[in-house]
């Protein structure tokens, strides 16, 4: 991210109008700065006089007062407006982020830990950029310009050797600003993977305590912890001796103009209010520049979080597709030769020679674990695009159809479906919250929760995340009476479920399959599961895995 990059103006309104106050600010600063010399200059050299009374100071004392509150005051004004602004563009660019998250067919290659830490954590650095570094940096561009040409108008002499020397400043600013972003940028790559591997050991814990993989899995997360701190001291390091050569080169630079400045006092060709001027001026040209270093190293982190927010921001969205659907009671589906590859392309998560779904009928995926079927319900879904094949609705390409108006026409029940914290009827009415309790309850009935009358709120029990209060099974029954609840309410004509009887013993399966039977007669459904009881009320079973890709390709016709 550059300095100002012109992507923050154009993606968040709040940074575009912080800007201009922060340049009026930068101004009026850069007044009080001549004025703040001045007024020092008159009233030093007033009182040098030897025959000056204390009358003859009070206007350059009282103005010089007025100078330094005024200067407070815009300092304090800044601060606010910084943290303000702050606050805004988070804000924004959170709900810019999760907007575009949540279109449909959107796909990231980060992980969700590190999309959480991007939106969470990296977001939030951006306090150090929009709040410091930024109103430093339009500083740095205006006051030590006019301090320039106003020493250079008073003692040319004084003028020169600041235009010569105030380069070196950017100049070394510019190759640590370039060694520190690489340190950086690595910081925030082992911020990331640690955020990953957090939240999927995390999920996974109540797994690994079973098998004996805790510990192992601990002591992975301190090895990358370790990784994340070393990164982080390197780019500490760095900080502090930049900040160290900044300061060197000013003073140093400084020192210069001043000993000029004392010997030409001393031969007489300088008189003491110019001299006092440059003097007081001249630290001032190189304060700006050094403040912006050490803000620039303050918002490191949230620069290179904001490469990443504007890379998703700005990715390729979905193109224009057609939102007229086909008659999903006629038309058949039809998947040909379609491929899933894995992350390296080693081996494929789904491939598939042909599998035809005839309209209204219901057909069982079958298969052991990783044979794709999950795979093969993301790709009918529309949320996962094949790597090769096509899959097509009638003589439609799916490709070729919009994905959210093709989802609105699709019930589909994951593997572990998401029980959020709140009340059994909320979780049941997530994505159509307009349904009524009675329909709420039918849904559940249908589901075989017979639970529900049990539970001490009813529709109104407080649930926890996860839906932790309730069973394995009894979580299984209230995902599927969402999945009823969307089947009735929208008249889907494609239902797709994944495993819908895992977790439920012999006899509330026999009577959840009789239910989902009935529910999906006429709809083309597509049932993935290794259980027999799914698939023998199907009309037709589907093998996937090794055996589907050494025999012919199963074509299943009505």
Known sequence: MRPLDPRLLRLSRPARRYLALTVAIGLA???????????????VSHAQVGHAEIGDLRL????????????????????????????????????????????????????????AALVTRGIDAL??????????????CIVPIVVLVQIAIVDWVSGVLIAITLPLVPVFMVLIGLHTQKHTARQWRSLSVLASHFLDVTAGLPTLKVFGRARAQAAEIARVGNAHRSA??????????????????????????????????LDGRIDLRTALVVLILAPEAYLPIRNVGTAFHASTEGLSAANEVFALLESPREPTRAKVLPDLATASITASHVRVFGTDRADDR?????LVLP?????????????????????????????????????RDLADIDTASWQERVAWLPQRPLLFAGTLADNVRLGEPQATDAQVRAALSSACADFMDNLPGGLETLLGDNGAGLSAGERQRVALARVILRVRNRNCGLVLLDEPTAHLDGATEARVVQSLAALCAGRTTVVATHRPAPAAVADHVHPLGSATRLLPAVVVAG
């Open 359 to 395: 309209s209204g009928a219901t057909v069982a995926v079958t298969g052991g674990s990783g044979s794709g079927k999950s795979t093969l319900l993301a790709v009918l879904l529309g949320a996962t695009r094949p790597d090769e094949g096509v899959v097509q609705v009638g003589d």
């Open 232 to 265: 982080t001291i390197g780019v500490l390091q760095i900080a502090f001796l930049s900040a160290f050569v900044l300061e060197l080169v000013a003073s140093l630079s400084v020192a210069v103009v001043a000993v000029g400045v004392g010997l030409r006092l």
């Open 127 to 140: 306090d150090g950029y929009v709040a410091k570094f930024l109103p430093q940096l339009v500083l740095a």
């Open 60 to 115: 350059p004392l009282v103005a010089l007062a007025a100078v330094v509150v005024l200067r407070a005051a815009l300092a304090g004004v800044q601060e606010t407006a910084g943290h303000r602004a702050g606050a805004r563009v988070k804000s924004h660019l959170r709900c810019a982020v999760l907007a575009r998250a949540a279109e449909p067919g959107w796909r990231s290659g980060a992980s969700t830990g590190a999309q």
């Open 29 to 43: 600063t850069a007044g009080l700065v001549l004025a703040l010399a001045w007024t020092v200059a008159t009233a």
């Open 350 to 354: 789904l491939s598939l020679p042909l």
